[in-house]
């Protein structure tokens, strides 16, 4: 029996990618990591931030959080120095603000279609934060699905899809009925949940504790 774990994320999140991280170092670390199954869900941090934003990230951070642009360049660089330490080169200024509604649904495509959901997650955050791509690209995100084998008319049928749609509003919506108010947001066999982008010891702890709680070892 495997165990299930659910991740709710947003593109736009970077703390949501350095727990990315951090997890998947905790799952190595993980004796049963080969009987691990996770599922990406879809969160939306600014439901009103456009296709996209006119702007540089500071601009928008400081616009939509009220901060002033000293607070903003200090907390960009603490979040760059959080990233560094898990192997990840953030480049905010070339960044691109964007609505990541578009970014999701290619995620859950993948999934409904076989292929690797975590492999086009990762490809969406590196491409946001690393590379300063526009993720809301539709050719960008066919790129990106064809890297993991979706063809060109899936992914672009994808993107205006009631189903897929449907899935990404799911996922939102079970996120507001169990309490989610900030990601990442994991569940651990849909019991013991982890908020944030704990340290990698805080997610060894909880897998050992759900696998030997579920298989009684």
């Known amino acids: 029996m495997t165990l299930r774990i659910d991740i709710w994320s947003d593109v736009n999140c970077p703390w949501c990618y350095i727990g990315k991280r951090r997890f998947e170092e905790g799952l190595r670390s993980f004796v049963h990591a080969d009987e691990v199954e996770v599922t990406w869900h879809a969160y939306l941090l600014d439901p009103s931030l456009p296709e996209r934003f006119d702007?540089?990230?500071?601009?928008?951070?400081?616009?939509?959080?009220?901060?002033?642009?000293?607070?903003?360049?200090?907390?960009?660089?603490?979040?760059?120095?959080?990233?560094?330490?898990?192997?990840?080169?953030?480049?905010f200024?070339?960044?691109?603000?964007?609505?990541?509604?578009?970014?999701?649904?290619?995620?859950?495509?993948?999934?409904?279609?076989?292929?690797?959901?975590?492999?086009?997650?990762?490809?969406?955050?590196?491409?946001?934060?690393?590379?300063?791509?526009?993720?809301?690209?539709?050719?960008?995100?066919?790129?990106?699905?064809?890297?993991?084998?979706?063809?060109?008319?899936?992914?672009?049928?994808?993107?205006?899809?009631r189903q897929v749609l449907g899935l990404v509003q799911e996922d939102i919506t079970t996120a507001q009925r169990i309490g989610v108010t900030g990601v990442p947001f994991f569940v651990f066999d849909q019991k013991y949940a982890v908020s944030g982008a704990q340290q990698v010891e805080v997610f060894t702890q909880v897998l050992e504790r759900a696998w030997t709680e579920a298989h009684g070892e």
Do not use: N
């Open 55 to 91: 702007g540089t990230e500071a601009e928008y951070l400081a616009q939509m959080k009220g901060m002033s642009p000293e607070q903003v360049e200090g907390m960009l660089a603490q979040v760059t120095e959080a990233a560094a330490s898990v192997g990840l080169d953030y480049h």
């Open 93 to 161: 200024e070339k960044l691109v603000p964007a609505q990541s509604l578009r970014a999701h649904a290619l995620v859950k495509a993948a999934a409904l279609h076989g292929k690797d959901a975590g492999a086009v997650k990762e490809a969406l955050l590196s491409a946001h934060f690393v590379e300063g791509r526009v993720t809301s690209d539709e050719d960008v995100l066919v790129e990106i699905g064809a890297s993991v084998g979706l063809s060109e008319e899936v992914v672009r049928s994808s993107l205006t899809d």
